[in-house]
C-alpha cells in the first residue's frame, strides 16, 4: 500500500469518526430530563444551563451530585454568578439525588454521562 492510499484510508477513518461523534452528540441532545416539571428540574434548567451542558441526573451518584453542587457554589462565587440559595439548593439537589444513579432500580441500564436537552 502506497503513502497515498494510507493517508486517504486515514481521512476516511477521522470523517467516520468525527460523524460518529456529532451523530452521538445529537443523540444525548434529544435526551430529556425526568420529572421536567418539577421546581428541582425547574431551577436545574434555568440555573446550570446557563453556563454549561445539562448532565442528566443518572449519570452521577447522590453523593457525587452533592459534591458537585457544592463545587459549583464556589464556581459561581469565582466568576461572579450568583449562587443557588438555599432553597434552590436543597430543590436542585433533591431532584438530582431522586435520580441519581444510586436511586434508580438496580435492573435499569445506567445512565450515559452524555449532556442531555434543554426544553
Known amino acids: 500500500m502506497c503513502r497515498c492510499e494510507k493517508i486517504a484510508r486515514l481521512r476516511r477513518r477521522a470523517v467516520l469518526v ?17 420529572d421536567p416539571q418539577s421546581a428541582g428540574a425547574q431551577i436545574y434548567q434555568v440555573r446550570c444551563s446557563g453556563c454549561h451542558a445539562l448532565y442528566a441526573p443518572a449519570s452521577l451518584t447522590a453523593a457525587m451530585w452533592e459534591m458537585q453542587v457544592e463545587r459549583m457554589q464556589t464556581v459561581m462565587l469565582r466568576a461572579a454568578v450568583n449562587p443557588l440559595t438555599e432553597q434552590e439548593r ?26 442531555v436537552a434543554s426544553p
Open 90 to 115: 436543597f430543590l436542585v439537589l433533591t431532584y438530582l439525588k431522586a435520580h441519581a444513579t444510586d436511586a434508580t432500580s438496580a435492573s435499569a441500564p445506567a445512565a450515559s454521562a452524555a449532556p
Open 18 to 34: 468525527v460523524v460518529a461523534l456529532a451523530l452521538a452528540a445529537l443523540g444525548a441532545c434529544s435526551t430529556p430530563l425526568p
